[in-house]
């Protein structure tokens, strides 16, 4: 069931969680809800499942407009953040609950519960009370129950935010596995960017009632539409200058960027991601900026490295992959050279701090 | 290791087992920060879509609402003061003052009320201390104890120290041989005040210093504290509204006392009658406007429990709110 | 575990709080107990059931059951209404409402015996319309269910209130998405959540009937096998210096008390199971 989201606005008290936001959700795909919080990826996914009522626009589900449908006619399945499971039923009674209100036979209900039980890993556990499952088997327990009535749409709010590391990480894969098998359009939000990406075929980038940007995402990594998906998606370094004739100028040291061959002179910020940086001995050409080593990291998959400019007396961050780091064998102390192998420029009228 | 045994549990908080009656103070007794915390989180939440009642409905039963408190308290506590004025202050005055019994039953109500909040105190203090920050074997147990006061009938109280104190009692003929009255004296009265609301404080204290752990206490004892400088300076600051909480409760139930001392007192007018006793007393006599006069001080003094109890409630959640916003802005 | 032995020689004052505890626990509670046991044992078993067993006896124990178990009954009734109301609702008036609730545990309970004795008279304010309905609560076993449920009727409140608060919103809003009505919400996901609550409530309700004696003398006409009380009895046997059979009686009610707390009890350890 694809989901076309037109021109919605809500507004609690004061403060504006949408504004005027559309988005289409093709149907059968995965899509991740991102950004930080008070971004109103929440309230979206909120309003969609019909828990909040928008103050204007409209929801349509597969061309039927359920705007003014209540929550429970709407067939969505919604996993809450801290999963709301009924705390005095049985796992298995909390998974029954949707055909139980439905009347649905007793006989049907068991095999269902039964086929969801085995689809999430939790056959044997039907017994069990909420209070008796550690973190991640509620969360399936909460799946579970929300696919049981069969939805046209399944909504997850952070649904990994409660857990600890390791739990998330099993648990992204499964859903990306559970949703292949299942083909229910679903939308996830989410405040992590990692797992946005690892997740989800479609990620939309939200911040301050707005979206900010939406594609796949390596789109999305790849060309961010502004400086804020740039910063949100990972580490950034953040360089102010001028730009002019195709040359970024930054206290004595330019950079090129050929995007722009104007000759009138304006301020502009660069950016640059750690791993998009090369460090050598010796200079590459005018663009290489002498730095000098403050900090090495090696632990983990990729070695980042804090650098300061004396030209600017500001830091850097690169990364760089083990391999990279061993050929250099930098140390502290060390002077060597910084050639950025791709810089963004965003001009301030697209983005104002 | 033995992880069974009671003595192998961790330090810090402690965990109470529940027991047998501990239950019975909850109702009472309900450890005020987290109340206040969550009344406004869930009025907030319930204004969602989903947990709308239609208006009809909500105008009905909060109609309901107060028809009951209406018609259960409210149209009372009028009566009472309607009653007691009927002859205008002057005759209210003249009701309470004029007569030498009913002013003695306020002396003795006022001084008997007091003494027992107080030996409550210490009591209270020195239970939650022990229960809260030490693990012994039968800990439980003692837990359990302090609240058989809340499952025994007053009367049944004043009936218990007869047994042991009147005239046939087990210490009847010591007593009387040493010229110490207890039972239908003033030393009855206290006991029995004192029985029937042992638990309030205690009860009060023991979830609340709980849930603030001894982590600052053995700090402070770290530092060199000494038991005198802990205890004003960490433990009772810490706990002082919680303790003003249980105090307010022990002195409104110490006052209002009726069947143990009813048993205790023998109800001799101008000697062991309480203000209770003495509502009675009167009532008796078909001397209402005496006896409304008496139970109108009485009322007062209930209401300015309630409005005491819910001044300190709204303060500590007002404290709440503040402090849950310092936390929240950086 | 050495660790927490130490701990606990870290605090001072075990030694001293504890034996204080233990002295006043001893000297207050522990020895009119073993008083009271001590005084029924004097009685032989058929002495002791020939005292607890008079039909007078009987006729104050199911009266007094009967009673306390009618006005429990209600409040359970009133104390959800009650409970639902302040905390689902925001409307003027709101915080008196809450504040008035506990006003049953402030005043002094013969002054509420007094104040509805005096209103359900023939003359009094409720009596005027009451008794022309052929209604007449005062001096009857009606006006004692209606006094007991005034005196218990903070009980339920105060219990079923902070479960009702801690209900997370998303709970009701689950049951919603898997489209339950709001009826079905109600029936299926909130009264089961609050049914050890009520409970609770209705034992603590029931206990405090059990054992209230100031407010019913004032109200009932305290007549042997019609409105007398177990309370009112064992005050009457004393009155007569019996006082092995006022503690006979004493024990009966002592019993029933402890009975209903101790299923409560078993009722919240039941329930501990789904409540973490």
């Not at chain 3, 409140?157 to 997370?168: C, D, G």
């Not at chain 3, 100031?214 to 210096?241: D, M, R």
Request: proline share 5%; charged share 15%; glycine share 8%.
């Amino acid at each position: 069931m694809s989901i076309r989201i037109r021109n919605i606005t809500k507004q609690f008290g004061d403060f504006t969680a949408l504004k005027n936001v559309s988005l289409d959700v093709p149907s059968g795909s995965l899509l991740a809800l991102l950004g930080p919080s008070g971004s109103g990826k929440t309230t979206l996914l909120r309003i969609i499942a019909g828990l909040e009522q928008a103050d204007a626009g409209s929801i349509l589900v597969e061309d039927e407009d359920v705007s003014q449908q209540s929550a429970r006619d709407r067939e969505v399945g919604f996993v809450f953040q801290h999963y709301a499971l009924f705390k005095q039923m049985s796992v298995f009674e909390n998974v029954a609950f949707g055909m139980r209100v439905r009347h649905v036979a007793a006989a049907e209900v068991r095999t269902r519960v039964n086929e969801l039980l085995h689809l999430v890993r939790l056959e044997g556990l039907g017994n069990r009370y909420p209070s008796e499952l550690s973190g991640g088997q509620r969360q399936r327990v909460a799946l579970a129950r929300a696919l049981a009535v069969k939805p046209r749409l399944l909504l997850l709010d952070e649904p990994f935010g409660a857990l600890d590391a390791k739990v998330r990480q099993e648990l992204r894969t499964w859903l990306r596995n559970l949703h292949e098998e299942m083909q229910v359009t679903t939308v996830f939000v989410t405040h992590d960017q990692e797992e946005a990406f690892e997740v989800a075929d479609q990620v939309v980038v939200m911040r301050q009632g707005n979206i900010e940007q939406s594609g796949t995402p390596q789109d999305v990594f790849d060309h961010p539409a502004t400086p804020f998906v740039m910063d949100f998606l990972g580490h950034v370094n953040v360089f102010h200058g001028r730009l002019e004739s195709g040359q970024m100028h930054m206290s004595g040291f330019a950079m090129e960027y050929p995007e722009y061959q104007q000759t009138q002179s304006r301020d502009a910020t660069a950016y640059v991601r750690p791993h998009e940086v090369e460090l050598n001995r010796t200079p590459q050409g005018e663009t290489s900026l002498p730095v000098r080593v403050v900090h090495v990291n090696p632990a983990g998959p990729v070695t980042r490295v804090r650098l300061l400019s004396d030209v600017f007396g500001a830091a850097l961050n690169v990364d760089l992959s083990p391999g990279r780091y061993h050929e250099l064998a930098l140390r502290p102390g060390d002077q060597v050279f910084a050639t950025p192998k791709r810089v963004r420029v965003f001009l301030p009228e697209d983005y104002a701090i | 290791m033995h992880p069974s045994h009671p003595w192998n549990k961790v330090s810090g908080p402690l965990e109470v087992t529940d027991s047998t009656l501990n239950i019975a103070c909850q109702a009472k007794i309900s450890p005020l920060a987290p109340r206040a915390a969550s009344t406004l989180r869930t009025r907030k939440s319930a204004g969602g879509l989903v947990a709308d009642e239609p208006l009809w409905l909500r105008v009905l039963l909060i109609g309901s609402a107060f028809t009951v408190i209406g018609l259960l308290i409210l149209i009372p506590l009028v009566y009472v003061f309607v009653q007691a004025l009927a002859d205008g202050w002057s005759g209210l005055i003249k009701n309470l003052w004029n007569d030498p019994d009913t002013r003695h039953s306020i002396w003795l109500t006022l001084s008997v009320a007091p003494l027992a909040v107080a030996l409550n105190t210490v009591f209270g203090l020195a239970a939650a201390w022990t229960i809260t920050r030490f693990q012994f074997p039968g800990r439980t147990l003692l837990t359990t104890l302090l609240d058989v006061p809340f499952a025994i009938s007053p009367v049944v109280v004043g009936l218990m120290f007869v047994l042991l104190f009147g005239m046939q009692g087990y210490f009847g003929p010591l007593l009387r041989d040493h010229g110490i009255k207890v039972i239908f004296a003033w030393p009855g009265l206290l006991l029995a005040t004192t029985f029937v609301t042992l638990p309030f404080v205690a009860r009060e204290l023991i979830p609340l210093m709980e849930s603030l752990g001894a982590e600052e206490e053995i700090a402070a004892v770290s530092l060199g504290a000494n038991p005198w400088q802990l205890f004003w300076r960490i433990t009772l600051p810490n706990i002082k509204w919680g303790l003003v909480y249980g105090l307010i409760q022990c002195h409104a139930r110490a006052i209002g006392e009726f069947g143990a001392v009813y048993v205790v007192s023998g109800h001799i007018a101008g000697q062991t009658d309480t203000m209770p006793l003495r509502v009675e007393k009167l009532f008796q006599e078909y001397n209402n406007p005496g006896s409304y006069a008496v139970a109108s001080v009485l009322t007062l003094m209930a209401l300015l429990t309630l409005l005491g109890k819910s001044l300190l409630e709204r303060f500590l959640e007002r404290q709440m709110a503040a402090a849950q916003q310092e936390a929240q802005s950086p | 575990m050495w660790f927490s032995k130490k701990t606990q020689r870290v605090l001072p004052g075990f030694k001293t709080s504890l034996g204080y505890t233990l002295t006043v626990l001893t000297l207050l509670l522990l020895l009119p107990l073993a008083a009271c046991l001590f005084k029924a044992a004097a009685l032989s078993p058929a002495q002791f059931f020939a005292a607890v067993g008079t039909r007078r006896a009987i006729a104050t124990y199911v009266l007094s059951f009967g009673a306390s178990f009618v006005a429990a009954v209600i409040n359970v009734g009133i104390g959800l209404l009650l409970a639902w109301v302040l905390v689902r609702y925001e409307f003027w008036g709101r915080r008196l409402l809450d504040s008035l609730i506990d006003l049953p545990f402030a005043l002094p309970t013969s002054v509420a015996g007094l104040v509805f004795s005096s209103l359900l008279v023939k003359k009094g304010w409720y009596g005027q319309l009451l008794v022309p309905l052929g209604i007449s609560a005062a001096y009857s076993r009606l006006g004692i269910v209606i006094v007991l449920v005034f005196v218990g009727l903070p009980f339920v409140v105060r219990t079923v209130q902070p479960v009702l608060e801690s209900l997370e919103g998303d709970t009701e809003e689950a049951a919603a998405m898997l489209g339950a009505s709001r009826w079905q919400t109600l029936w299926r996901v909130l009264l089961p959540a609050l049914r050890p609550s009520l409970m609770t409530g209705f034992a603590l309700s029931f206990a405090r009937g059990l054992g209230e004696y100031g407010s019913v003398v004032f109200i009932s006409a305290n007549i042997p096998y019609k409105t007398e009380i177990a309370p009112v009895l064992i005050v009457a046997q004393l009155e007569e210096f019996k006082y092995a059979e006022a503690t006979a009686i004493a024990l009966v009610l002592m019993a029933m008390s402890l009975v209903s707390l101790a299923f409560v009890n078993w009722l919240e350890r039941r329930s501990r199971r789904y409540a973490p």
